[in-house]
């Protein structure tokens, strides 16, 4: 079996498939006996095919490979997130947030290009500014399948919203449109309740999601015990 390398950087530019994804995907390729699809490479780098890969190695699967090549890193990291993008079921807020960290990727590859235009005067490109940054959120929009407002409202989550609203968009429980709303309101101080409240729902998710991996199986009752004393101590403010 080749042994193939990993940069944690192009391994974290998508997000990880849950438990349950993972163990699907196992199944699958168990149920085959063979990973039908090639794992991409980069100078014997894994640029797609992390999760085939740890499949192979655990159960000494043969695979093969295909080698692709970029110009930089940063081109190779765009890619991930593109492909991931088109390739993965990953709702609408996911899918904005990985296009909107290719936001500053964008820009510079415009910025790059208008550069090497030698027929643009100097005031024209200048006074083209705002209009490329409006070019750039069409695209992000474009590449993520949503609306440019879409784009500016989870822009705006990102950079205001809670963890809890943030983690619950991405299981899929709330909307864009009411979380942005929902960051909006004005802000108060979260008292003891809230707080006790928040943590103990950020428990059960986290457990919810990842209740299938067997090296969590030790640390769930530990979890599952905290969550209870939570709400105990919550119910002492009531």
Request: one cysteine or more; glycine letters at 2%; hydrophobic letters at 35%.
């Amino acid at each position: 079996m080749k042994d193939l390398k990993i940069d944690e950087r192009f391994k974290s530019a998508c997000p990880e498939l849950s438990s349950d994804e993972l163990k699907r995907l196992e199944d699958l390729i168990l149920k085959d006996g063979v990973i039908l699809n090639p794992i991409l490479v980069w100078n014997d780098i894994i640029i797609d095919g992390h999760n085939r890969f740890f499949i192979a190695k655990k159960h000494n699967l043969d695979f093969s490979t295909n080698e692709i090549s970029f110009e930089s890193d940063e081109e190779a990291i765009a890619w991930i997130k593109e492909n991931a993008i088109s390739q993965r079921n990953l709702n609408d807020y996911q899918r904005s947030k990985l296009v909107l960290e290719l936001e500053d990727y964008y820009k510079a590859k415009a910025k790059k290009r208008q550069g090497a235009r030698t027929d643009l005067h100097p005031d024209i490109v200048q006074k083209s500014a705002p209009s490329d940054t409006g070019k750039t959120r069409d695209k992000l929009a474009e590449k993520a399948g949503v609306s440019h407002d879409t784009i500016s409202k989870v822009k705006f989550i990102d950079n205001n919203a809670i963890q809890e609203i943030k983690e619950q968009l991405e299981a899929g429980e709330i909307s864009i449109n009411k979380a942005f709303n929902e960051t909006k309101k004005p802000k108060k101080e979260p008292d003891e309740i809230d707080i006790l409240e928040s943590s103990a729902s950020s428990l059960e998710r986290w457990i919810s999601r990842y209740n299938v991996n067997d090296c969590l199986f030790e640390f769930i009752p530990i979890v599952s015990d905290l969550i209870d004393k939570i709400r105990d101590k919550k119910t002492t403010y009531k």
